[in-house]
């Protein structure tokens, strides 16, 4: 049985089925007339007939659900559309075809605004050692070493977040996140990894109420020192029960690489803001090559590509003076 319906749209279902005597799914509840209860995932593959190799969760828009109603479509028939866009493995892929998908996109936005509180600019991705190492001196310098993040990138951490996000499992999501604590090859990038999932983890638990998992999760690893809480897996984890599909997640995450770096070289002074806005511009074809070069791969493909960037980054933790913590 599934979590996070609000009690008014079970009313409703409840009602709904009991009105049609025949079963009426909403928000990934499904409601039998036979009884005042939800049922399992396996109820509702044998009472409706949903075929039980899908197996990716999608949240979908109950008020669309409750006007058909008011249409007088009939209790089965809702409940068969509805169970297809719960269970159907592909039907993340047309979201923006489908109920629910403008949900999907406030979320998708949330996720990607630098409001969100989850630490993201207190790090610059080695960007300040590298200046201070002369490693880069000026704006040409800054876009060829923001496509070597980019490179690495995707890399070594696009794996992480694929799998995580294909998977959305606790089980699964701590198997990668200690994978990735052995993977990485310094300390400082280990460190910044490890802030920023924690702080993302701590956001999305307190923010998507609807996801219960997020919360229990951290409750249950917080200190307990099993795990890592690097930023990779908790992303892809997060997106994946949030019900986006993987291409949309890979793509975010580089969004956000190449956001972050390029707000770290505004604050350094190396390129002003319009000249910042310029080179994202210029660079986000890169960033989509990029993504699509290294995306939907397994973690065992997971490399470095520009271990200069590593070594760089490094040396963050003996710099004299340093505005960010990575």
């Not at 800054?142 to 694929?162: D, W």
């Not at 959305?168 to 994978?179: E, G, N, Q, T």
């Not at 890592?228 to 984890?237: C, D, E, N, R």
Request: hydrophobic share 45%; aromatic share 8%; net charge neutral.
């Amino acid at each position: 049985m599934w979590d996070g319906c609000p009690s008014s749209l079970v009313g409703a279902a409840g009602k709904l089925a009991r009105r049609s005597k025949q079963p009426a799914l909403f928000l990934g509840f499904v409601w039998s007339p036979r009884r005042r209860g939800g049922v399992d995932r396996e109820e509702a593959i044998r009472s409706i007939g949903v075929d039980s190799s899908c197996d990716r969760a999608v949240v979908v828009d109950a008020s669309r659900g409750i006007r058909w109603c008011s249409r007088r479509i009939s209790g089965f028939r809702i409940a068969s559309m509805m169970v297809k866009l719960t269970f159907d493995d592909g039907a993340t892929d047309g979201m923006h075809d489908q109920p629910g998908s403008e949900l999907l996109q406030w979320r998708q936005w949330q996720l990607l605004d630098s409001v969100l509180p989850t630490g993201g600019f207190a790090h610059s991705y080695g960007l300040e050692a590298a200046i201070q190492t002369t490693f880069v001196t000026n704006p040409i310098d800054l876009k060829s070493y923001i496509v070597q993040v980019l490179e690495n990138t995707g890399s070594l951490l696009l794996p992480f977040v694929y799998c995580a996000c294909k998977s959305p499992d606790i089980v699964a999501w701590s198997k990668l996140d200690r994978l990735l604590e052995a993977t990485l090859t310094n300390e400082v990038s280990r460190k910044a990894s490890a802030s920023q999932g924690s702080a993302l983890l701590r956001v999305a638990a307190s923010v998507y109420l609807e996801v219960p998992s997020l919360k229990e999760m951290r409750d249950k690893f917080l200190g307990s020192g099993s795990v890592y809480f690097h930023h990779a897996p908790i992303f892809g984890l997060i997106c994946g029960f949030l019900g986006f599909d993987s291409s949309t997640t890979q793509r975010m995450y580089m969004f956000m690489a190449m956001r972050d770096v390029i707000s770290a070289a505004t604050r350094l002074n190396l390129v002003g803001p319009l000249g910042a806005s310029v080179l994202q511009h210029q660079l986000a074809l890169v960033a989509e090559e990029m993504m699509k070069k290294w995306m939907d791969r397994p973690v065992e493909e997971a490399c470095q590509v520009a271990p200069m960037l590593d070594v760089v980054q490094g040396c963050h933790q003996y710099l004299f003076s340093r505005l960010f913590c990575s």
